[in-house]
């Protein structure tokens, strides 16, 4: 079992900048690719991006301008940087690792975009 705890939500003006950190309780850390994706209410879940234990990262279709993912093995910690917040981001992001069959979610943070 995985707990992930995330932190780092909140508001932001549009056009400003927020970092989501994830923290993880495992001792296999590497071993799971961990991601962000968000929810708005009403609507289906969406990859925001994803990091490979191996550093490789990946980005869901128009999130790569304005997302940086991004992973401290050592520390556990999964980080998610937005860039130029619009308010179409305010949702709800979830951190998520998974490792084969294994996959589990965090509680999630809110992030709200308005002025």
């Known amino acids: 079992q995985v707990q992930l705890r995330e932190s780092g939500g909140g508001s932001v003006r549009p056009g400003g900048s927020l970092r989501l950190s994830c923290e993880a309780s495992?001792?296999?850390?590497?071993?799971?690719?961990m991601g962000w994706y968000r929810q708005v209410s009403g609507k289906e879940r969406e990859l925001v991006a994803t990091?490979?234990?191996?550093?490789?990262?990946r980005y869901g279709d128009s999130m790569v301008d304005r997302f940086t993912i991004s992973r401290v093995n050592a520390k556990k910690m999964t980080y998610l940087h937005i860039e130029r917040a619009y308010p179409e981001d305010t949702a709800v992001y979830y951190c998520?690792?998974?490792?084969?069959?294994?996959?589990?979610w965090g509680q999630g943070t809110q992030v709200t975009v308005s002025l």
């Open positions: 998520n690792a998974k490792s084969g069959q294994a996959e589990y």
């Open positions: 990091i490979t234990g191996g550093l490789t990262p």
């Open positions: 495992t001792n296999t850390f590497t071993m799971y690719t």
